[in-house]
Nanobody, 116 residues
Framework: QVQLVDSGGGLVQPGGSLRLACVAS????????VYWYRQAPGKERELLGG????????NYADFVKGRFTIFRDNAKNTVYLQMNSLKSEDTAMYYC?????????WGQGTQVTVSS
């Protein structure tokens, strides 16, 4: 059974950094496009960016460009979201999503709280 596990969230001060990880079992990340989303209480889920299957091509939403980076470690079958210069408005539950024509899978989410 395919399972994605999100981890790395926590409490961080404004201006700080966190690295989230999404580990996959059964499926191979390299053959999937992997996206990161977030959802804050009372708000709609928003797409942060993604890394395209079988490449290292990444795309980002304008509001995270220059602060967030997505990269993949094929040996660990893990996709990371490196978040720098965090702001209070980055507080949300963060989810990874792996997509291919034959499947669409989600992690359980990891909470990020940016507060002093």
């Amino acid at each position: 059974q395919v399972q994605l596990v999100d981890s790395g969230g926590g409490l961080v001060q404004p201006g700080g950094s966190l690295r989230l990880a999404c580990v996959a079992s059964v499926l191979t990340f390299r053959s999937h496009s992997v996206y990161w989303y977030r959802q804050a209480p009372g708000k709609e889920r928003e797409l942060l960016g993604g890394i395209i299957s079988n490449s290292d091509t990444t795309n980002y939403a304008d509001f995270v460009k220059g602060r967030f980076t997505i990269f993949r470690d094929n040996a660990k079958n893990t996709v990371y979201l490196q978040m720098n210069s965090l702001k209070s408005e980055d507080t949300a539950m963060y989810y990874c999503n792996a997509y291919r024509f034959d499947g669409d899978y989600w992690g359980q989410g990891t909470q990020v709280t940016v507060s002093s």
